[in-house]
Structure formats: C-alpha cells, structure tokens
C-alpha cells in the first residue's frame, strides 16, 4: 500500500504530546503504522530526528485552549464586578467560534467531542455572563443538543477530568439560568459521576470542577510558587474567580502578554510535555530511539 505523505504526516504527529489522547487510547493500526515508519531505516530517520528536535521545543505555550481561555473570560475585575477581568479573552471567543457552533479542538475529529462539549459550555458560560453573543449562544446550545449523546459514551475520548469538568459546567449554567438541551436523566447521570470522582481526591488541574467553600479552602494551599494550580490556566482562573489573589492574576497575566488574548491548557509546559512524550515513547515501544534525549530529561 502507497502511503500519502499527508497520511504519514498525520501518524508521525499521532506520539506528540496531545493533551486528549495517550496511547492506550490509539486505534491498533496507528500503533502498528507508527512502529513500522519508525523502524524503516535511513528513509524514515527525517521522522526521529523531528521527534528529537520536539524535546528542546517544548517549552513555549502551546496552541490556544478556547476551554482554559473561557475561563478566564469569566473573571470579572477586581473593582468591578461588571466588567471582564480580561476582556481580550471575551473577544478572542466571540471571534473563534467554529461554523458548527461549537468552540472544538478539531471540529473534524469524530472522537474529541467530548473535548469540545466541555469547550464549547465553558465558552457559552463566558458569552452568558457578559451578555454579550447571543446568536453564539445559540448555535453553541444547538451543538450541545446535537452531540449531547457523546458525554457518556466510553468510545470518546475522555479528556483528563472531564467527569469532574463537565457536569461541574452544566451545575453552573443550570444555576446561571441558562436552559440546557440535555435529557434530565443525563444530568443526573453526569453530576452522580462526579461526586464519586471529586470524592476520590481529584484536585489541583480540576479545581473548576469543584463545588462548596470546604473543597476551595483545601484546594488553595496547593498553590505553585509560580501562582498556578497545577500549571493549569483554568483551574487557576477557577481559583481567581472564587477568591482575588495576586499571585493567580500575575501567572495569568504573564501568559497573556506571551499569547497575547488566549491561553494554552497548560503553562509552562516542558516538564509536563517531556514526560508526557517520553510515556508515549514507552507505551508504543519505540523509547531506544531516543535514548539520549530521555537520558536527559
């Protein structure tokens, strides 16, 4: 079979360190594609040099998350509750939304609706309580009412926390009185499911997830040196809108003036990308390939 270099393209982008997916989740042929590209000799050596290259590439933002950016799109000012802390972050939504309505990751990816089910809520949230975007809030509620089915279905991909995130999302837009297309009984199910989680221990990158003062009060003595919650824009975003604390506001400022009016899922990133390829190199069995740079690392 003639590959198509775009498809080859595709595979090789496959074991970077994509926040939604890990290797248990690929589908077989990828897994089986992959190897054999990389194990094909001096034709395919351009593709493990990229791959090396990618470790002292890591730690610049990443690609805009419209899911973290939305919520700092929520923060209201400190001396005025009326007004955005961020409105670059307001106007960064209103201008990315995708044709189908929803704010997606890859809105061609038939397994990432989950990813942009949480998204998508999290920018309808924003839009909402700034009154701003009306017509996008519909198309972004017909999107939810379309793939609503995909919240609970185990052969999506389940993006890190999304049972703690998601049904968090929908008590907050439930509370904020905007009427959602989702079947009563999903609710339930999504809301049951995350009290089961939340009770487990999850904290720290699923702050936003949380509820009730107790759970806030322990989360925010897991604040990093660098003002985060876990590297994570959103969680600390959570942490500002519950409670003005500088330190969250600098962090979220400082990647700001780096992405200028979005932010990525995670910052900063190194650590966190090298070790997540380096697992991904070890699941797929590939890892001698690139001994030295994990060495380093």
Same mark, same amino acid.
């Given at each position: 079979?003639?590959?198509?270099?775009?498809?080859?393209?595709?595979?090789?982008?496959?074991?970077?360190? @994509?926040?939604?997916?890990?290797?248990?989740?690929?589908?077989?042929?990828?897994?089986?594609?992959? #190897? +054999?590209?990389? &194990?094909?000799?001096?034709? @395919? #050596?351009?593709?493990?040099?990229?791959?090396?290259?990618?470790?002292?590439?890591?730690?610049?933002?990443?690609?805009?998350? #419209?899911?973290? !950016?939305?919520? +700092?799109?929520?923060?209201?000012?400190?001396?005025?509750?009326?007004?955005? +802390?961020?409105? *670059?972050?307001? *106007?960064?939504?209103?201008?990315? &939304?995708?044709?189908?309505? #929803?704010?997606?990751?890859?809105?061609?990816?038939?397994?990432?609706?989950?990813?942009?089910?949480?998204?998508? $809520?999290?920018?309808?949230?924003?839009?909402?309580?700034?009154?701003?975007?009306?017509?996008?809030?519909?198309?972004?509620?017909?999107?939810?009412?379309?793939?609503?089915?995909?919240?609970?279905?185990?052969?999506?991909? !389940?993006?890190?926390?999304?049972?703690?995130?998601?049904?968090? $999302?929908?008590?907050?837009?439930?509370?904020?009185?905007? !009427?959602?297309?989702?079947?009563?009984?999903?609710?339930? *199910?999504?809301?049951? *499911?995350?009290?089961?989680?939340?009770?487990?221990?999850?904290?720290?990158?699923?702050?936003?997830?949380?509820?009730?003062?107790?759970?806030?009060?322990?989360?925010?003595?897991? &604040?990093? &040196?660098?003002?985060?919650?876990?590297?994570?824009?959103?969680?600390?975003?959570?942490? $500002?809108?519950?409670?003005?604390?500088?330190?969250?506001?600098?962090?979220?400022?400082?990647?700001?003036?780096?992405?200028?009016?979005?932010?990525?899922?995670?910052?900063?990133?190194?650590?966190?990308?090298?070790?997540?390829?380096?697992?991904?190199?070890?699941?797929?069995?590939?890892?001698?390939?690139?001994?030295?740079?994990?060495?380093?690392?």
């Amino acid at each position: 079979m003639q590959l198509k270099p775009k498809v080859i393209g595709e595979v090789a982008e496959v074991i970077t360190p @994509y926040p939604l997916i890990t290797p248990s989740q690929y589908p077989k042929w990828v897994i089986i594609l992959i #190897s +054999l590209l990389l &194990q094909k000799g001096d034709k @395919y #050596s351009m593709k493990t040099t990229r791959i090396s290259e990618m470790f002292a590439k890591v730690d610049k933002p990443s690609m805009s998350s #419209s899911y973290d !950016t939305a919520w +700092l799109a929520m923060v209201p000012s400190k001396g005025c509750k009326d007004k955005p +802390l961020f409105p *670059e972050c307001v *106007e960064w939504i209103m201008e990315n &939304q995708r044709p189908d309505g #929803s704010w997606s990751v890859d809105p061609y990816h038939p397994l990432l609706l989950k990813d942009s089910l949480s998204s998508t $809520l999290a920018c309808l949230l924003a839009l909402h309580k700034w009154r701003v975007g009306q017509d996008m809030v519909k198309r972004g509620l017909k999107f939810i009412e379309q793939n609503s089915w995909a919240a609970n279905d185990e052969r999506q991909l !389940t993006p890190i926390g999304f049972d703690i995130i998601f049904p968090g $999302l929908v008590e907050q837009a439930i509370e904020h009185g905007i !009427t959602l297309p989702l079947d009563p009984s999903l609710v339930n *199910e999504l809301l049951e *499911e995350r009290e089961k989680k939340v009770g487990r221990g999850h904290i720290g990158y699923v702050l936003e997830g949380f509820d009730g003062e107790s759970n806030w009060k322990d989360a925010m003595k897991r &604040q990093n &040196q660098n003002g985060s919650f876990a590297n994570s824009p959103s969680s600390t975003a959570a942490a $500002l809108l519950h409670n003005y604390d500088i330190k969250c506001h600098e962090y979220l400022d400082s990647i700001l003036r780096l992405n200028y009016n979005a932010v990525p899922a995670v910052y900063p990133v190194t650590i966190y990308n090298n070790l997540r390829m380096i697992d991904n190199l070890q699941q797929l069995g590939i890892e001698r390939l690139f001994k030295d740079q994990i060495e380093i690392v």
